[in-house]
């Protein structure tokens, strides 16, 4: 069976593919993750999921089965990254506190013979948030390496009142689009 690679240096991307019992090697794939003008964030996760796949194949030679994913935050149409520092951080947990937002998780499929993503939008409600709750929530190291500087999977989950979505797409990798990926291009899961 051909091996299947995430193309993804995202431990939480590896975890989830654990969860459902995907055994899967990883790739190196670095894009330029800088959005274009006028691009929306379906468009933005969409490219990127796919050159990351693309990438990642073409590190293989062309052979193989390659995932690539991507994941933003979006609030009032904007999309968040990460946050590159502690301002910034608490700068993006004052603007989803005590309001919904979307988080758009795209994942890519490659082969040698095609290719081919899927995009999942969930909606999210975060309680409002302190001051003193976002400093400390800093400090934990948790956001640092997240899109919009929380992660749903941690401490996080104690700000989070509702999910309209899926909680693995928030995660960084929607389960149920990637295994109908797989399924597409023939490949057994579960
Ligand atoms: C919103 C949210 C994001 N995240 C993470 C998932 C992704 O790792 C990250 C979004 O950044 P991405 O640029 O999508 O991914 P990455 O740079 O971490 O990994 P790679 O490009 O190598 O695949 O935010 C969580 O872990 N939990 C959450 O609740």
């Known amino acids: ?22 055994r899967h090697a990883t790739v ?4 330029d993750e800088t959005p274009l003008a006028g691009e929306d964030a379906a468009a933005y996760v969409e490219r990127l999921a796919l050159a990351k796949a693309r990438a990642g194949l073409a590190g293989l030679g062309g052979r ?24 910034h951080a608490l700068a993006m947990l004052a603007r989803l506190s005590g309001r919904d937002h979307r988080v758009y ?13 899927r995009v999942q939008v969930s909606r999210v409600w975060m ?8 400093e400390a929530y800093w400090t934990s190291g948790e956001p640092a390496d997240k899109a919009g500087g929380y992660a749903i999977q941690g401490r996080a ?15 960084g990798l929607p389960l149920f689009e990637t295994c109908e990926l797989l399924r597409a291009f023939g490949r057994e899961v579960l």
Do not use: N, W
């Open 28 to 31: 190196h794939a670095e894009v």
């Open 105 to 117: 998780s795209a994942v890519a499929l490659a082969s040698a013979e095609r290719i081919e993503a």
């Open 127 to 134: 309680r409002p948030l302190g001051a003193a709750e976002c």
């Open 157 to 171: 989950a104690a700000f989070i009142e509702r999910l309209d979505g899926s909680y693995s797409g928030v995660m």
């Open 1 to 22: 069976m051909t091996t299947l690679y995430l193309a993804s240096k995202s431990p939480r991307r590896r975890e989830l593919l654990d969860q459902i019992g995907l």
């Open 64 to 87: 193989g089965l390659v995932l690539g994913a991507d994941t933003s935050v979006v609030v009032d149409a904007e999309i968040l990254g990460k946050p590159t520092d502690r301002e």
